[in-house]
Structures are given as C-alpha cells and as structure tokens.
C-alpha cells in the first residue's frame, strides 16, 4: 500500500458516515457488493488492501522505525537496544546546564565531554581528595545531533557505527576506543554546519562539546571533595573490590541516567523529527536489508552498509542539516506516544488473560468473554452500528469479511487528516508517515481479526449472533494467545520490559549497561609508556577510562568498572532486574 493511501481512501468518504438520523440508517452489508454503503466507505474494488488475513512482509522495518523513534532519548529502550540506527539533529535550550569533571584546574580548550546531570560528571572529578567540577549554562540554543541506541558505550558490537561513518568515512570497530580522535572528527565535520556538539547516552546522557567558548558561559568552576586517589596496581588482572566512596559515585550516576527511563526521557535535547535519518529506511541502506536477514533485533547493526549507501547517507545528512523547511508541523513524537498509550496497556492485559488454562469449560468460556470485553474496548470508537454480522456459511464470502470496515478505520484514524500535509512533509516525516500507517495497519489487523473470531464464535453480547454448534473455546484461546504474542514480538516495545515484581524503595529497575557489565578489553602484559600522557598512569589505563566516554584523568573508576563480571548471554540479551542502590551493592 503507497504512503497515505489509507488515509486517501478515507478523505472524502469517511465523513458520509456520520451518527446524524443513524436510526435509520440502513445495515452495512458487506455479504452484498452492490450495496451502497460499501461504496460510502470507500471499498469498491480495494476491499482486498484490508484482507485480515495479510500480514507485514518478512523484510518491513515500519515497526522498528515506529518503535525508535518512540524510544528517543529514553535511557531504557536505549540500553536494551544499544547499537542505534537514527541520527537526529536537535537543540539544547538557552539556560540548560551542561558539567564536566577533571582533575585539572583549567576549562577545556579543545572539544570535550559534558554530561547532562552531575552525578554522571562528578564521576571524572577524581584525584587526591578532591577534583574540580565545571558547570555551563547555554547562552543560545545549542546546534547537536543525536546518535540514537547506547552510541557511548565503547563495545565493538556496533554502538558506534553510525559516529565512524560520519567521522571517517567507514565504520572501524578496531578504534573502539579512539575516542579523543573521534570527538575531533566529528566536531571537524560539524563546524562547516554550525553544529556545537553531539548527544549520545552511556550510564546517563552526554554531549560531546566542541567548543567550550561557542555558546556557553561559565557558571562555576568549583574545587569539590571527592572520593580519595586510588593507588592500587592499574594492572592486576582481577583488581580487588572498589571502596564505597567510589561505588557511591558510581551508583548515583547510574541513577541519575534512570531519571530518563521513559517518555518525555532527557527532555533537555529537542529533537526535530522532521529531519530524521534512519537508517532502517530502506529506500536509504538497501545494502542492510540482506545483512540483517535472520538475525534477530540485538545484533542489527550499520556495519557491512555500501560504500554507495554510505555516500547516500552522507547525503541524507547534508540535506538534513542544511534544510531550509521547517516541515508540516505535524507533532510526530506526540503521535507516538498517543499510540503506544493507547495500546500497549490493553495488549498487555489481553496477554496476561490468555496465559489461563482450565479444564473446566465454563471457566474457559469466562475468561474468553473478558479478553472479548478487552478486544472491544480497543476498537470502540470503530464499532459501526450499521455493521450486520452475516452468517458463517455465506456463500463467497470470506467468514470475516464484514469486519474489514472496523478494520480500516482503526488503521487509518490517526493518519486520515495528514493526507492535506503530506505535500508540505519533508522526506523524513513521510517516512514516519509511512511507519505509522504500518504499525497501526498491523494492530488494527490482529485486534479486529480476534474480535471478529469471538463475535462469530458468540462470546460479544454488544454484536449478538445465532451459533448452530458450540465453539471451540480452548482452541479459539490458543489462537487468541499466538496471535497476541506474535504482534507484541512484531511490535516490541520496551514498555513491556519491567521487573516483576516491582523493586523496592532500596533498589532500582535496571537493565545490563556499559560500562558496568560490558566485556572490557585485557590489559596488555608490559604497559606501554605514552609520552603524551601526562597523568602519572600508563596509557592502557588511559584507554580503559576512555571506556567512560572521558580522557583518563586516573585510573580508580576504570578499574572499579572493569571488576564486574558479567555473562555473555546476560550482557547480549539484557533482562531487567532489581539492584540495591545502598550497600551491599551488586550489579
């Protein structure tokens, strides 16, 4: 189906279709083709786009453009799936603060990190007994794109992609920890657009600044107590157990980066969805398409793209920066969310009313009746009262044809109106148009479907009909729970990702994370001695502390982030679990 072609069948036919003198109106009709509200709704001969029964192609990537850009700048969705695939360009608001930590007395003079919350920057305000913290306040809006996806996390699975394309031309995992080269290039490549920075998340939020003297001013620069200098070997293999000074530090910026587990998310980076570069289009990276056939969403990643989609991307990118058009206007982040909300709750209770088996045929009957209530429930406001339920055995008909008007309507409802936008969309809301209509075509698909099966099956009192056998309720439940947890595994929201039960006034919801849980690189048998290191620490030690997304400045945190051991599996396939904010800690 072309991009709006829901919502352009609708236009000028869905509002005949209106509850004025409904009471005598006459039935819709779907078992007869010449009727003439069938054509009222725009049907005809396109009756066929709203089989039931035609599901999303193997290769769509509606869904996952949908669940991404939903996901934006919120730490949980963002941790659970780290190797990102959107690049955004945004803003930092006039008076939002950004920190940095260092151990030196002195305001960086060349591009550097900041951190949106200061537990993660006093975390690199480490030395003997004390380090300096510098706070900076943003004097004008602040020009930045955004790399989606934990795109801090110094891990060679792909978190990074995106950032050596754009800083080097390719990606190159075997720089993973290049980061004093890659802040470079990167704010090399953005000063011909006026970009101050870049906004990726680790543990919390950052900014990779380029210029601490564009656009900001100073609003302290204060000498704090902090955690003792760690003299302990940088190069035992198995460092021993982290003091509680540096555990505290850690925690809280692990905390701090929670704040944002969900929607609106690190508020303080406005993002302009009309500028969108997704590389899960695939009209963008046709090359990705066959690299990400057969894996599954966690190891999806930009590495294998073409050198021709490559060029096409950094061209995508220029146009994007440098647009002229401000776009439709269309509030694409409150849409998604409208969405979500609206149907992430339902679906979730409709799955855990299915999880019920029982011998006994009445209760069976109950709780089918419930999960028909829920189905319903979700399509309300498409219910038509003139809608005539024909019976099982109509001749050439499909046996649930006559819920394709419901069907359509729930697909469309959202998106009907955008159809006078769509000449004043940029390329990129298009594409969220076309995501939008795909994910809701596919929900409204699965819910009418198993709503239609139970009022044909006798379990909807609002749409009675007259059965000539009994149906069969367990099979009719087990159907129901496939086809529920086929769409939520389509769908894949993080939403549902929680720990159950919930976490304690002690504890924390918390999701694997780098650097805490990541497989951290060993450390080389003889240190190697770097003339430029100026910290008093060999130069691995610099590379590991790089893992934070900073310049060594010591070797204490990396060392204390190094010392957890985490599996493969446990680290590949995050699952949530609850974790002590106070002593004992584990992670």
Request: proline share 9%; charged share 20%.
């Amino acid at each position: 189906m072309s991009l709006g072609s829901a919502a352009l069948a609708l236009h000028t036919q869905q509002f005949p279709v209106s509850t004025t003198g409904e009471a005598g109106a006459r039935p819709l009709n779907i078992a007869n083709p010449n009727n003439d509200k069938l054509h009222s709704f725009g049907f005809g001969s396109k009756i066929e786009q709203w089989s039931l029964d035609e599901g999303p192609a193997e290769n769509a990537t509606g869904n996952l453009i949908f669940d991404t850009v939903h996901s934006l700048l919120q730490h949980w969705p963002n941790t659970r799936y780290r190797n990102g695939h959107n690049i955004i360009p945004g803003t930092i608001p006039i008076g939002t603060l950004l920190y940095h930590g260092t151990t030196r007395n002195a305001i960086p003079s060349e591009p550097e990190w900041t951190a949106t919350d200061p537990e993660h920057s006093l975390v690199f305000a480490r030395g003997d007994r004390a380090g300096w913290h510098l706070t900076l306040a943003a004097t004008r809006p602040l020009k930045v794109l955004y790399f989606d996806g934990s795109s801090a996390a110094k891990v060679s699975e792909g978190t990074m992609d995106m950032q050596d394309i754009i800083a080097w031309g390719e990606v190159q995992p075997e720089r993973i920890l290049d980061e004093k080269s890659r802040i470079t290039d990167l704010c090399r490549w953005g000063k011909g657009f006026g970009i101050d920075g870049f906004a990726r998340m680790e543990m919390d939020f950052e900014v990779m600044l380029c210029d601490f003297t564009a656009g900001v001013e100073v609003v302290s620069f204060l000498h704090v107590r902090v955690l003792l200098k760690d003299n302990r070997d940088p190069w035992h293999r198995r460092p021993p157990p982290p003091g509680p000074d540096i555990w505290n530090r850690i925690v809280e910026a692990m905390h701090s980066g929670s704040w944002h587990n969900r929607y609106p998310g690190e508020s303080r980076i406005v993002l302009d969805l009309a500028g969108l570069v997704s590389l899960y289009d695939i009209a963008l990276a046709p090359s990705l398409v066959p690299v990400r056939a057969g894996l599954e969403r966690w190891d999806h990643r930009v590495f294998g793209i073409s050198s021709e989609d490559t060029s096409q991307l950094m061209r995508k990118l220029t146009e994007v920066i440098s647009r002229p058009d401000p776009g439709s206007g269309i509030d694409w982040k409150a849409l998604t969310h409208v969405i979500v909300d609206r149907y992430a709750d339902r679906l979730e209770l409709v799955r855990h009313l299915l999880n019920f088996t029982s011998s006994d045929l009445q209760e069976l009957l109950q709780r089918a009746k419930l999960v028909q209530t829920q189905l319903r429930v979700m399509l309300a406001p498409y219910l038509l009262n003139a809608t005539v339920v024909p019976s099982a055995d109509t001749p050439g008909l499909h046996p649930l044809q006559w819920a394709s008007p419901m069907f359509r309507l729930c697909a469309t409802t959202h998106t009907t109106a955008m159809t006078y936008q769509v000449p004043l969309m940029t390329p990129s809301e298009r594409l969220l148009l076309k995501a939008i209509e795909d994910t809701m075509r596919e929900i409204c698909r699965v819910t009418t479907n198993m709503w239609a099966v139970g009022v044909m099956s006798g379990f909807d009192t609002l749409f009675p009909v007259e059965l000539d056998g009994e149906p069969d309720v367990a099979q009719i439940m087990n159907d129901w729970r496939q086809d529920t947890q086929k769409l939520m595994s389509w769908l894949d929201w993080s939403i549902w990702i929680k720990c159950r039960p919930a976490c304690g006034p002690e504890e924390m919801c918390y999701l694997p994370t780098w650097p805490l849980n990541a497989p951290t690189p060993s450390p080389p048998r003889q240190p190697p001695q770097d003339p430029q290191n100026t910290t008093d620490a060999p130069a691995e030690v610099n590379r590991l502390a790089d893992q934070v997304g900073h310049p060594s400045e010591g070797s204490a945190i990396a060392d204390a982030f190094s010392s957890i051991g985490t599996p493969m599996e446990e680290w590949k396939i995050p699952q949530p679990k609850c974790v002590r904010r106070l002593p004992p800690l584990q992670f």
